[in-house]
DNA sequence: ACCGAAAAGAGAGCACCGCTCTTGCTTTGG
DNA sequence: CCAAAGCAAGAGCGGTGCTCTCTTTTCGGT
């Protein structure tokens, strides 16, 4: 247990806490371009070489508030989806994707760290990969839990695609249709293309209910992967 | 025009022209958030105030870099629907559709710069709009041709979204129906989700054969707008 | 209980950044 | 022809990430 260690331990896990929770702060004021290290160190009290006993540099910082906000938004999903555990297959997906959303509203800067453009010539090392998969894997199993139990609508699969479906399938949901894995990929990017649209700005002037313009699109999605209807 | 005009303001074309040259060069190699004023004057011959006799400041510059890469994409999608010109509106829709892909891939920083997260602090000021919309122009017009010749296949309008879908309609497309408005807009959204999840990489290790995936994705992105099977 | 090792904070300093201001030089146009 | 405008250069300000050294604090094994 962790609450068992010394005293010492205790306060290095207190003071990371501290540090990613100022740099968090400065995330939301000026955007992750402008996250400064020395002012973190500012607001902390602390000189800005002390800091480098935390993180050794200001990239492995913005991928501890990466991981931290793939995780966030992961159980933001699965918490849409348990909520929503008695409801329709199509239901079930629309609240997890309005969840996403929601998310994303309340926190432009870190929806923008993890699916904005990636930060200068840093690459998300392999730590992020487990977290970053949770939102797939929620909308993966509510098509999965459909196809157990309503039934999916029939999809489309060109002849040309049929051996990346079969990967896909393989990779992703081995019991689910290789053309519903496609559709699941497919419906996975757009969903985070109507979000990030609406989050950056390029909606503005052109959707005004947004609400009720979301809530359509994230259906008609569940459509694309062969939910409701059914 | 701009070629009568003396020495003097052909010279300030020329530097402004490798300003942005170098710095479109400084934007592929470090990426937006690293573009130095310094770096650029260096790599000139400059000294670094003498930038701000052309750029006021570095987000200015930025802005320029902004505009440019809108206009680049919007030629881009223009030049594949006139190559297409003569084909069925889906197929012509497919090839705009590549053509916004194939621009991104081959330029991932300047498609960064504008459908990535927003520059620090920095908000796009109204010049951008016009070439901001080019791309969408294009793909309402070619859901127009098809409205006025083939005809497009009937999509589902909920009640809820039918005033939304009015303004859409009127703003965008008068002689649309509404719900193709709104169909548009999503596709539109949704197209640069998958463009934005191949390039960020977030499909990596998950789709392989991108660019079959991504052509079926578009197709099915034509159907959801009442193109093509009509 | 002690003592050496490890961890943590503080401070100075390096190289770089955006941006401003002042100083001269060159081109332009009335 | 000469004043006005455009331009390059240099110095300098306050900020940045990061490194290095030095001191203090805490921990664990004998």
Redesign the interface.
Known sequence: MSTAQGARARARQEVTAAIKEAARGQLAA?????LSLRAVARELGMVSSALYRYFPSRDDLLTALIIDAYDSLGEAAERARDAAADAAPEARWVAVCEAVRGWALDRPHEY??I???????Y??PQTTVPP?ARVGMVLIGIVRDAHQGPGLTAL?L?A??R??AA??AA??APDLPAEAA??L??A???????V???L????NR????RE??FR??AG?LAE?VGLGRG
Chains 1, 2 share one sequence.
Do not use: C, I, M, N
């Open positions: 000026e955007g992750a371009a402008k923008a760290l699916y904005g453009s990636p930060v200068p010539g690459s998300a970053a489309p060109p040309g695609l051996p990346e990967r896909l990779d992703l496609v559709a990929v497919a996975w990017a757009q969903l985070f293309g109507l990030g649209f609406e950056f700005g390029q909606f052109v959707v005004e209910d009720t313009f359509h699109a008609r694309g």
